[in-house]
């Protein structure tokens, strides 16, 4: 028998449903959410509580026409699911599949592209605007979470919005989480304002009043002083210009749909606040939302489990367990995330070193200009922050930090590919966008034991330094205790070959050395995009014919073009073949499917030297196999 989520193949589907059956499709939808990430993996703590929210949305506006903005997008699956991507739920986050975020060029009705936070207001205001300057007469509705509502973009759209005289519905989803529990002053005021003693009653008043039709409006306003006025005194939102309806339950069809209705006919800026929770019916994911947020694959029935044999150490957990140690040697240091305690590995800090642990939320601007303060006073601030994230900052890094010489030291992870979140989170630009700032230095660590040793090198200077590593874990290496370090600036020499040598930066040293050990070429492990070592650089290159270049990051601007600059500046001509991520988003997918799609697998980097220096190269007899 064909369930009724079965019948819908597009929002049109869905608004010929009458509202009775709509409680029905919100349980089957959310259980075939439930069911599709468990066996894809993907963001489940999210989008179990946008279900009633995503098909009121649909219902009650006319999506594609109107224009939907999902902020961050991680919470879009029953939106993908109502939009006709049903059948392809089982390609999720897979090379050539679904992406886990909206993306324009794979639905209509993913209207704006989204995957780092807080960008949805200020779009959707440009949408509104655009459809008020072409005559159009449709809806803009941008969908934030109240931990997106901590960065100031966010407010820089509100407060425009205020005074831009169109129409615009941002809906706050208030779930009181963002990834990592949100922080800040907006969050205690929105959680004062739930768990008001007037909150109840509030609530079953707008309930009632919200599904009266015509006189709607006047007897909200006769209710608004004694009713509104006590839940939500002086409004932070109105000051913003927008006439602010809630709070309201946002798991409750029958207060959902008649509000949107009734907004749908007011002008002006329009500000919708909807309580959910995060996990809603799934009780494993309610109960702890932080560890359902982005899983891998797993048994509903079951949850999530530990695996039998423990995975390798990943870069994440080095870094977390270097920050703790070093805290515990140096009183100064001072660690700060905006709003990634658990995927920048600092729980184990927050919890050892609670008064040195700042978590600024969704605010990366303010996390570096933060530091900076922090630095001028003396204290060493250790900023955790994904390689991706840190390009919000960029202005803040330059003037606030380096242009002061501040001694900072930003862990940049996932640096490189970062596989099933695609192009949105890779930290393909971080060479390049860094390596031309002064005072600013950039490690590449090969492995996990180099990553904690540059670490502590990166802490010992009187500047700003960058520690560069990838998601997940690398080779495996055995990573030493205490806290040494490794030469400032220094690479070292790998492996001895002829005629050509690889110059590699950072974890594909290793797919580096398994291609050299085919063409038998020297090996250097540069370990430093800022400064260059032009020492071994200009060792290596007077006693080979031809160098390649090889780094997990972008082409263009980065480390290989710092090598042919060094070069030039020295006046040596050599030939070299620069090899890294191309001018070009690379999507989403398995981590080592798209980097030999990038050709920088051990075979790709084989090929490519082959191809260029083929004449150059010697290969070296094949081994004689005895048989007998």
């Known amino acids: 028998m064909a369930t009724l989520l079965e019948s819908i193949n597009d929002p049109a589907d869905l608004r010929r449903l009458p509202r009775t059956q709509l409680p029905l499709l919100a349980d089957e939808l959310r259980a075939f959410v439930l069911e599709s990430v468990a066996r894809t993996g993907g963001h489940l703590s999210s989008n179990l509580g946008t279900v009633e929210l995503t098909i009121a949305l649909h219902y009650v506006f006319n999506t594609p026409f109107d224009r939907v903005v999902w902020d961050v997008g991680h919470q879009t699956y029953p939106h993908k699911i109502l939009t006709g991507r049903r059948d392809r739920m089982g390609t999720l986050r897979q090379l050539g599949g679904l992406a886990g975020f909206p993306q324009r060029a794979e639905s209509a009705y993913d209207t704006f592209g989204t995957a780092h936070s807080s960008t949805s207001i200020s779009a959707a205001l440009g949408m509104a605007v655009a459809s008020r300057q072409k005559g159009e007469q449709r809806h803009a509705i941008a969908v934030i979470g109240d931990g997106a509502m901590s960065a100031g973009m966010a407010f820089e759209a509100l407060n425009n919005a205020g005074v831009a005289e169109c129409d615009l519905l941002v809906i706050l989803n208030d779930n009181d989480m963002s990834i990592s529990p949100p922080v800040g002053a907006l969050n205690r005021y929105l959680a004062q304002l739930m768990s008001g003693r007037f909150y109840a009653a509030a609530k079953d008043i707008g309930k009632k009043v919200l599904n009266v039709a015509p006189p709607l409006f006047e007897l909200a306003k006769r209710i608004e002083e004694h009713a509104k006025g006590m839940v939500v005194p002086a409004t932070l939102f109105e000051k913003f210009g927008f006439n602010y309806v809630g709070p309201i339950d946002g798991h409750d069809l029958e207060s959902l749909i008649p509000t949107l209705q009734n907004i749908r006919q007011l002008k002006g800026p329009q500000f919708l606040h909807v309580v959910t929770k995060k996990g809603q019916g799934y009780k494993l994911a309610e109960a702890d939302p932080v560890a359902y947020h982005g899983p891998g694959k797993f048994d509903p029935a079951v949850g999530l489990v530990k695996p039998a044999t423990p995975p390798k150490p990943t870069f994440t957990q080095v870094f977390g367990h270097w920050l703790c140690d070093m805290a515990a040697h140096d009183h100064r240091l001072v660690g700060i995330t905006p709003a990634m305690r658990e995927g920048s590995g600092m729980v184990e800090f927050h919890q050892r070193f609670p008064d040195r642990y700042f978590d600024v939320g969704i605010a990366e601007q303010h996390a570096v200009t933060f530091a900076a303060g922090l630095a001028c006073e003396g204290l060493k601030p250790v900023v955790a922050i994904y390689s991706t994230f840190l390009q919000r900052a960029y202005d803040q890094l330059i003037h606030d930090v380096a242009l002061q010489n501040l001694p900072v030291v930003f862990a940049l992870d996932r640096a490189g590919l970062v596989g099933a979140d695609g192009p949105t989170h890779a930290g393909a630009y971080d060479i390049a966008y860094l390596r ?187 081994s004689l196999k005895v048989v007998g």
């Open 436 to 622: 031309c700032v002064p005072n600013v230095s950039i490690a590449c660590p090969a492995d996990e034991n180099e990553c904690r040793k540059l670490l502590t090198t990166a802490y010992q200077q009187d500047h700003a330094v960058a520690v560069r590593y990838p998601r997940g874990a690398g080779v495996g290496a055995a990573v030493e205790a205490g806290l040494q370090p490794l030469p400032f600036g220094k690479g070292e020499l790998r492996r001895q070959g002829k005629r050509v040598a690889v110059l590699a930066f950072g974890t594909l040293l290793y797919p580096a050395l398994q291609a050299a050990e085919r063409l038998d070429l020297t090996v250097a492990n540069m370990r430093w995009a800022k400064p260059l070592d032009t020492e071994l650089l200009l060792q290596v290159a007077a006693s080979h014919d031809a160098l390649v270049t090889l780094e997990e990051g972008a082409v263009m601007g980065g480390a290989g073009s710092a090598v042919t600059e060094a070069l030039h500046a020295a006046g040596v001509l050599k030939p070299v073949l620069q090899l890294g991520l191309r001018d070009e988003y690379a999507p989403h997918g398995d981590p080592a499917r798209l980097l030999a799609l990038q050709g920088l697998d051990a075979a790709g980097i084989e090929a490519s030297i082959q191809a260029r220096f083929g004449a150059l190269i010697e290969r070296p007899a094949p």
